[in-house]
């Protein structure tokens, strides 16, 4: 059983279009993540949603939109695709952290690999 | 497959032998630490955790030490296999305020394991 899943796996589309990629966790989490993960592999946090409320917004462009419609999902949108958009996006979810609890760990999807052309 | 260009820390090692992944961390307030595994095509997954009260915690071939008065993290495997290649990451939260959810992640190193 998928814990964290996202569709599409790959996504390949054109400048100034616009896009989503979906994600949705069977864990009962109450946090779930948007990372950005670049050609040098490095791991960097987009947005972060409790319980379907915006916890983190990490000085991403406006054209990046999450939409949380229940806690189990965590969607992006992505306005006017740029060439630097092209990366690999993961969604993560955690539960909230507790002090000395062992759940505090997060748990990613598969990713989905956007370029943009 | 790899990107054309990837500048990643590289550690090869031989299968059989022990490796050691370094991490520095810049947040002296962080109190939990996390290593993770990713493998080629897929996701981070989580390998060890350590909590500042603590300076070593071990798993299963798996040793993570903390140094606080340095703010390095290590890792370690014990008889490395060749399942073990793939890119290390190691992450750091302070646990406080609005942040309490949010995790850096270090920049990744790579482990080639040659059979």
């Known amino acids: 059983d998928t814990a964290v899943s996202q569709t599409p796996k790959y996504l390949v589309t054109q400048m100034g279009n616009d896009k989503s990629i979906k994600c949705e966790q069977n864990l009962g989490h109450d946090t779930m993540y948007w990372y950005k993960q670049d050609s040098k592999k490095f791991l960097k946090i987009m947005f972060s949603?409790?319980?379907?409320?915006?916890?983190i917004n990490e000085t991403v462009p406006n054209r990046f939109s999450p939409k949380s419609p229940d806690k189990a999902h965590l969607n992006l949108h992505i306005n006017s695709l740029e060439l630097g958009d092209s990366a690999v996006y993961f969604c993560?979810?955690?539960?909230?952290?507790?002090?000395?609890?062992?759940?505090?760990?997060?748990?990613f999807g598969p990713g989905t690999r956007l370029t943009v052309l | 497959g790899e990107s054309v260009g990837l500048h990643l820390p590289t550690l090869s090692v031989q299968e059989g032998d022990n490796s050691i992944i370094n991490c520095a961390y810049s947040?002296?307030?962080?109190?939990?630490f996390i290593w993770y595994k990713q493998e080629s095509g897929k996701g981070p997954q989580f390998i060890i955790d350590?909590?500042?009260?603590?300076d070593k915690r071990q798993g299963q071939r798996v040793t993570v030490l903390l140094n606080k008065t340095v703010k390095h993290l290590s890792l370690q495997i014990a008889a490395t296999q060749p399942g073990d290649s793939a890119v290390y990451f190691c992450?750091?939260?302070?646990?406080?305020?609005?942040?309490?959810?949010?995790?850096?992640f270090g920049s990744g190193t790579k482990l080639n394991v040659k059979p």
């Open positions: 992450a750091e939260n302070n646990g406080s305020g609005y942040n309490f959810n949010k995790f850096y």
């Open positions: 993560a979810s955690s539960q909230d952290r507790l002090a000395g609890g062992p759940e505090d760990t997060q748990y």
């Open positions: 947040n002296s307030a962080s109190d939990y």
């Open positions: 949603y409790n319980n379907k409320e915006l916890i």
């Open positions: 350590i909590r500042s009260n603590m």
